[in-house]
């Protein structure tokens, strides 16, 4: 309700403004309201079920809005940059791949560089799908040949280097993946230790 009436009232507010500084302003607005119905049910679930029992419900509050506002700020300024740099960018008749590129790069390293927990699960996320999304270029491409058990290859590999890494290198995966496999493959050697560390 809220995010549809500030919309509402923001979108017509920009009704007067013209051409890229409108979009580049709806883009910004766009960006943080998706931010924060992002982030928002995800931070609600996750501070209320898995951070410290002992923090106050004040204190989970404002560190569900903190981490909402953060996603919603950053995510509405990554747009709003990369919208400002391709607009930018048009007017030296410069290439549109190059361009948007050039915009997502520098866009990126601004708003996502930091060494955030929020900005890690972004740029994951990303990459995540951009590496897919790659595998199938790749495959529509006819750079490999198609073959019908690739995802099943790529879901072996991934699978054997993550356990190999939790196995040898665990320092170098994240906290929270550590946790979760310590749980499921230790944890569970012990006795009677199914709900202990849940």
């Known amino acids: 309700g809220l995010f549809v009436l ?63 506002l953060n996603h919603a700020r950053n995510l509405g300024l990554f747009v709003l940059t990369y919208k400002s740099l391709v607009a930018g960018l048009r ?20 708003v996502f560089g930091d060494d955030t927990s929020i900005n890690t699960q972004i740029n994951l996320y990303v990459f995540s799908r951009v590496a897919k999304a790659l595998g199938h270029l790749i495959l529509e491409r006819q750079w490999i040949p198609k073959w019908k058990h690739w995802y099943r290859i790529w879901a072996g590999l991934s699978w054997a280097l993550v356990m190999v890494l939790f196995s040898k290198k665990r320092h170098t995966l994240q906290k929270s993946l550590t946790s979760s496999m310590i749980y499921l493959y230790e944890d569970s050697d012990i006795p009677g230790s199914a709900f202990v560390n849940l």
């Open 6 to 68: 500030t919309y509402t009232v923001v979108s017509v507010g920009m009704g007067d403004l013209k051409g890229d500084l409108r979009q580049i302003l709806q883009g910004f607005l766009h960006g943080f309201l998706y931010g924060a119905k992002i982030r928002f049910p995800h931070a609600l679930l996750m501070v209320s079920l898995f951070d410290k029992k002992d923090l106050s419900w004040d204190r989970k509050i404002d560190k569900i809005l903190s981490l909402t």
């Open 91 to 110: 007017k030296t008749n410069m290439r549109k791949g190059v361009a948007v590129a050039l915009a997502g790069g520098l866009g990126g390293s601004l």
